[in-house]
């Protein structure tokens, strides 16, 4: 009976020394350091993703907060007016600076049509913006502020070092003031999309861009897409909007932005070359029939020429009306979108390798490019 008294002594002794052991080594540095079970932390506290205790002690975080601290100041909500309507908001972010002024990096559909852009910055400072330049193909377009507004320019990454499945987020101004600074984080889904876009009401144009999973909603365009370390690899632009479709948005490639944000900061207009043609796609067959061509049932993707410009490099080059260009240098042209998305990674005066079918046969044709008058 007293063996059994003394066991029974030791256990709830080994159960009194474990509770005040679990006291003392882990529950006690946690409530002294305010730290939670489930991460949250007083600010400041967190580095690189990991929370720091005040003992040996690491909880891993899924958070973002340090990476968008890099980025929050310096993304800004623009309002474009006509006179006194509103027309449109979106988002934009400071990119850099010079010794007089902010320059800030946008959409150009979130700023055409109006003949004022107010900026409102992350403090709520309300100031003036220029619009310096923009172009509609490549939907991007320059607003300048003076430099004393500015609190925060972006870090720029790059797109290309960013891997799918990559965490990737955005900030800016979903459905204008209300909701300006709003946070949201996804997934990067896709690479080098190709999508149809509208410029000038036409559905003739696409774009390469980087496809994400993370909200992005109307006042969200122009505004920075991110990567974990608030570094800028994208600019949002548009998304798919069906009933069917949810959390597909697409984002402008930072680097391809970069390659023209000189000439537009200088007002002046991207020149691109012209091949010298009026075409109608293989897959639009009453357009054909209306300009009476008929085509072999086994084609089924290209451009045809319906006509050419005189003194165009495709006239002085022997194209005719009916042939089906299928190929510019060597990629494969699917329709008129297509065309000039390549056409236009060239400059005026360039000469480009055409293939093209005619009677069935395959032939090639060398174009020198000239000046596109026409936009």
């Given amino acids: 009976m007293r063996s059994k008294i003394l066991k029974a002594l030791s256990i709830i002794a080994t159960f009194a020394l474990g509770g005040v052991f679990t006291y003392f080594v882990i529950l006690s540095p946690l409530m002294e350091g305010n730290q939670n079970l489930n991460g949250t932390i007083a600010p400041g506290q967190s580095s690189n993703g990991v929370v720091k205790c005040s003992s040996d002690i690491?909880?891993?975080?899924?958070?973002?907060?340090?990476?968008?601290?890099?980025?929050?100041?310096a993304v800004v909500m623009l309002e474009n007016y006509q006179g006194n309507t509103q027309l449109d908001t979106g988002s934009g972010f400071v990119y850099k600076t010079d010794e007089n002024y902010g320059y800030i990096m946008t959409n150009q559909h979130v700023v055409e049509g109006g003949n004022k852009v107010i900026v409102v910055m992350a403090n709520d400072r309300e100031v003036e913006g220029t619009v310096l330049g923009g172009d509609a193909y490549l939907d991007l377009a320059i607003v300048r502020i003076p430099k004393e507004e500015?609190?925060?320019v972006a870090t720029l990454g790059n797109s290309e070092t960013s891997n799918l499945g990559d965490t990737v987020f955005t900030v800016g101004?979903?459905?204008g003031y209300a909701y300006r600074g709003s946070v949201t984080k996804g997934t990067l889904s896709g690479k080098n999309r190709m999508v149809s876009v509208s410029v000038n009401n036409n559905d003739d144009w696409i774009?390469?861009?980087?496809?994400?999973?993370?909200?992005?909603?109307?006042?969200?365009?122009?505004?920075?897409?991110?990567?974990?370390?608030g570094e800028v690899i994208g600019i949002n632009s548009l998304k798919l909007v069906k009933d069917e479709i949810e959390g597909m948005?697409?984002?402008?490639?930072i680097e391809d932005a970069l390659q023209?944000?000189?000439?537009?900061e200088q007002g002046e207009s991207i020149e691109r070359?012209?091949?010298?043609?009026?075409?109608?796609?293989?897959?639009?067959?009453?357009?054909?029939?209306?300009?009476?061509?008929?085509l072999d049932e086994d084609i089924d993707y290209g451009v045809v020429v319906i006509g050419t410009t005189e003194g165009?490099?495709?006239?002085?080059?022997?194209?005719?009306r009916g042939d089906v260009i299928i190929k510019l240098e060597d990629t494969k042209i699917e329709n008129a979108a297509y065309l000039k998305y390549e056409l236009y990674k060239h400059a005026v005066g360039d000469t480009v390798e055409v293939t093209f079918l005619r009677d069935g046969k395959e032939q090639t044709a060398k174009i020198t490019l000239t000046k596109n008058t026409e936009e």
């Fill in 58 to 73: 690491t909880i891993n975080e899924d958070s973002i907060a340090a990476a968008v601290g890099k980025i929050y100041d």
């Fill in 150 to 152: 500015v609190i925060q």
């Fill in 173 to 175: 101004a979903p459905l």
């Fill in 207 to 229: 774009m390469k861009v980087i496809q994400v999973d993370a909200a992005i909603n109307p006042g969200n365009s122009g505004g920075p897409l991110l990567n974990v370390n």
């Fill in 249 to 253: 948005g697409f984002a402008i490639p």
């Fill in 260 to 264: 023209y944000v000189d000439a537009l």
């Fill in 273 to 294: 070359p012209l091949i010298g043609i009026t075409m109608v796609n293989v897959s639009e067959p009453y357009a054909l029939l209306q300009n009476g061509i008929r």
């Fill in 312 to 320: 165009s490099g495709a006239a002085a080059a022997g194209l005719q």
